[in-house]
């Protein structure tokens, strides 16, 4: 059974720093691309960030861009999500999701149960 478990989630000042962590299990974590999702109340689930299966292409949201760094370490079964000077925007569940492809994609079959990222003013 596939699991993704995130961690790291909490509240923040605009302008602050976080790091989620999502550790996957049951499966062969190298050989998939992962990604980033998030939800603000009210609105739809939206793409995040993204990581090829070895790390060696990424892909972000503009709203994230030059922000928002995605990394993995395979040997661990970890990915990562460093938020850097955060905005009120950036408020909502954010989840891990992992593809069934190598390569970086929007599509995704298995999902985390979401950790919670709320930045105050």
């Known amino acids: 059974q596939v699991q993704l478990v995130e961690s790291g989630g909490g509240l923040v000042q605009a302008g602050g720093s976080l790091r989620l962590s999502c550790v996957t299990s049951?499966?062969?974590?190298?050989?998939?691309?992962m990604g980033w999702f998030r939800q603000a109340p009210g609105k739809e689930r939206e793409f995040v960030a993204a990581?090829?299966?070895?790390?060696?292409?990424?892909s972000y949201a503009d709203s994230v861009k030059g922000r928002f760094t995605i990394s993995r370490d395979n040997a661990k079964n970890t990915v990562y999500l460093q938020m850097n000077r955060l905005k009120l925007e950036d408020t909502a569940v954010y989840y891990c999701?992992?593809?069934?492809?190598?390569?970086?994609?929007?599509?995704?079959?298995?999902w985390g149960q979401g950790t919670q990222v709320t930045v105050s003013s």
């Open positions: 990581i090829s299966a070895r790390g060696g292409s990424t």
């Open positions: 999701a992992g593809g069934s492809v190598a390569t970086i994609t929007r599509s995704y079959d298995y």
């Open positions: 049951g499966r062969t974590f190298s050989t998939y691309a």
